[in-house]
Each structure stands twice: as structure tokens, then as C-alpha cells.
């Protein structure tokens, strides 16, 4: 069985990455979806929440697991014997980075291989962080994120909002 693992904060899980999920099942087995507990990043949502939302917006895609990790990611695709690591590209700005993951991941792991998806067109600005700039300012992005996550981020805020005042 050929699996695949797609690593990430998923804070929050975009229609952009729901995208690369698609792509990938066509090619893979078993796609993890891998929600990285500590990335060096401020999460606006908890790990739990994170994985919640992201076994909501996959339910309806077939051959996707969704699973947390702690730890480097090569190590948790040698534990799920992942052979393939996927990964997002939207933009040329992005390709340096990612090229030097991969390449970092390699040396940490050489049996892994790193595939790069683009994303729909409709698709390559869209973050995760800007997601969460523009909700709490009223923009309506409902169409580039799923209905989950919508709800969440509203009643998230609402609920920092409360415990401000």
C-alpha cells in the first residue's frame, strides 16, 4: 500500500489544501493527513480542534486519515511508513522554502520522497493566515474555506471576544 503523508498546522484547514487532498488520493492509497502539535508557530486553534476540524472537512474524501504528531515529521512518516511526503506550492515565493524542506527532510530520512501539488488556481494566495486576518474583519471568504471551519473561526472569536470584556 503506497501512503503519503501531508504535514501541517492546518490553522485553519483551507479549501486550498482540501484541494491538494484531492489530487492526492488520486495517486496514493492512504493519505495522512499529519497536524503538526508544535510547529514553531502561535495557533489561533488547539491541536484538538485542528484535527477535529480537519476530520470534518476531509469526512467526504475517501483514503484520508487524519492523525497528529509531535516531533519531526520524518519520524512520524517512518512510524505511519509513509514513502511520500506531499506538500503545497502556491507561488515561486514559495519554492525556497520548500525546496530546502525537502531537501532537509532527505537527509534526515532517505527513503522518503517529497511531491509538490499546486493548488486551483482560484486557490494560490490562499493562507491560513489570511484566513485568519480577514474573518474577524467581517470579509466574507466562505467560499475558500470550509463550512466547518467558517463556524468555528465565528464562534472562536466570539467566545475571545467574551472573555476580553
Request: net charge neutral; proline share 3%; charged share 25%.
Amino acid at each position: 500500500m503506497k501512503t503519503a503523508i501531508y504535514p501541517g498546522t492546518f490553522d485553519p484547514i483551507t479549501n486550498g489544501h482540501l484541494d491538494i487532498l484531492h489530487k492526492a488520493v488520486r495517486i496514493f492509497d492512504q493519505v495522512i493527513l499529519a497536524v503538526a502539535e508544535i510547529t514553531g508557530k502561535k495557533t489561533f486553534f488547539t491541536i484538538q480542534e485542528r484535527e477535529d476540524l480537519c476530520r470534518q472537512a476531509t469526512c467526504n474524501i475517501d483514503k484520508i486519515k487524519v492523525m497528529s504528531f509531535t516531533g519531526l515529521v520524518v519520524d512520524f512518516a517512518r512510524q505511519v511508513n509513509a514513502i511520500t511526503m506531499i506538500r503545497g506550492m502556491r507561488a515561486t515565493s514559495d519554492f525556497e522554502y520548500e525546496l530546502s524542506l525537502a531537501l532537509m527532510n532527505e537527509k534526515l530520512y532517505s527513503e522518503i520522497d517529497t511531491i509538490f501539488f499546486i493548488p486551483d488556481h482560484k486557490y494560490l494566495f490562499l493562507s491560513s493566515t489570511m484566513v485568519k486576518q480577514v474573518v474577524p474583519l467581517g470579509g466574507d471568504i466562505g467560499d475558500l474555506i470550509p463550512e466547518c471551519v467558517k463556524k468555528a473561526l465565528i464562534l472562536k472569536l466570539k467566545k475571545n471576544d467574551l472573555e476580553k470584556k
